[in-house]
């Protein structure tokens, strides 16, 4: 959830919606927590310390992540950011290789899951999506510059 921005702005734009952020980091739980405060949203999104999608219910979810996708090369110049919030790798694939790893064993049911990727890895990721988890639905949406920038999954 780093910040707990895509967390907050869902429970802001979907009142209805029940929300669980999830993070590797204890300081970023904490800063999310922070701002849910800050945001008038506590209350409506839970907490937890998980490791990707690792003993998470997938039935009847939508699952919204920014996962790391920079690869380790990259980042050098990148100065605001944590680098666990920013790198993935060699090749920018190593958290959303392994979340799809984890589909592939808990077998998500009726769930949709959008990453957001970095631009140019849709055809990778569209390929290794489809060989490790076997979702229903997959497909790669560009963002306003016609760039890759969200892998959506459907189970």
């Known amino acids: 959830t780093g910040s707990g921005c895509v967390a907050i702005t869902l429970a802001l734009e979907v009142p209805s919606t029940r929300l669980l952020a999830t993070d590797l980091s204890p300081a970023a739980l904490h800063i999310a927590r922070d701002n849910v405060r800050r945001h ?4 409506r999104i839970g907490f937890a310390r998980v490791d990707l999608a690792q003993g998470l219910a997938l039935e009847d979810a939508v699952l919204v992540a920014n996962l790391p996708y920079v690869p380790v090369g990259e980042t050098a110049s990148l100065r605001f950011e944590p680098r666990l919030a920013l790198e993935a790798g060699d090749d920018g694939l190593a958290l959303v290789r392994r979340l799809l790893d984890q589909f592939g064993v808990c077998r998500p049911k009726r769930t949709t899951v959008l990453l957001e990727i ?8 569209h390929e290794m999506a489809g060989a ?3 979702p229903l639905t997959l497909w790669v949406s560009p963002d306003l510059a016609g760039r890759d920038r969200v892998l959506g999954l459907e189970f």
């Not at 970095?118 to 990721?125: E, H, P, T, V």
């Open 40 to 43: 008038g949203v506590v209350g």
């Open 118 to 125: 970095g631009a140019g890895q849709g055809g990778r990721l």
């Open 132 to 134: 490790r988890c076997s």
